[in-house]
Each structure stands twice: as C-alpha cells, then as structure tokens.
C-alpha cells in the first residue's frame, strides 16, 4: 500500500520560509514524477510544484520564483523549500504524483501565514 507522510509544516509571519517534506513508502519511487497541492477549506485541491522522474521541476505561477521543489530517490522524499511565503499561500499542503492518477492521500500538513 502506498503510504506518504508529509511534515514541516507551521504558522509563519509574511515574508518567512518553511521547508516541507515528503516521504513516500513506494517501491519505484524514482520513475515517478511528485508533485505538492495545497488544499483550502470548500476547495479542490490545486497543483502547487511538480519534480520529474528527470529532475525537471515545473510550478504554478504564484509560487514561481519563490518555492523550490527537489527529490531524495534514495530516502524516497520529495521537499517544498518555500520562501517569501504570502497569506494567500495558507492551506493543507499535500503530495502526491502527477501526470497520473493519484495514490491514496496522506494527512497533509498546514501551512498558515500570517502576521
């Protein structure tokens, strides 16, 4: 069963950082390509930054310049650097793959900005 566990999380004033991971007990985890979503309450989950099983990262457009997705394949992890962090980028943060369906969710962990 494929399981992963977000982490990293927290409350932080406008203009912080916070560093999310993301851990995932999947057997052939390099060949898949990972993405982070960020979820609000009353809305769908959104696509926030993906990573390739080549290394090519792709990004929403709010985030660009700001976030900085990367993988581990050894430690199966894929991480969310976030700086110049905004209000707007407050949610329950999420990974999964992309450009497929997806895996059954794990927990998330919030995001909350503010000052």
């Known amino acids: 069963q494929v399981e992963f566990v977000e982490s990293g999380g927290g409350l932080v004033h406008p203009g912080g950082s916070l560093r999310l991971s993301c851990a995932g007990s999947?057997?052939?985890?390099?060949?898949?390509?990972m993405g982070w979503y960020r979820q609000t309450p009353g809305n769908q989950r959104e696509f926030v930054a993906g990573i390739g099983a080549g290394y090519i990262p792709t990004y929403e457009d709010s985030v660009l310049g700001r976030f900085t997705i990367s993988r581990d394949n050894a430690k199966k992890t894929v991480y969310l650097q976030m700086n110049t962090l905004k209000a707007e980028d407050t949610g329950a943060y999420y990974c999964?793959?992309?450009?497929?369906?997806?895996?059954?969710w794990g927990q998330g962990t919030q995001v909350t900005v503010s000052s």
């Open positions: 999947i057997w052939d985890f390099r060949s898949l390509n």
């Open positions: 999964n793959v992309y450009g497929r369906d997806p895996f059954t």
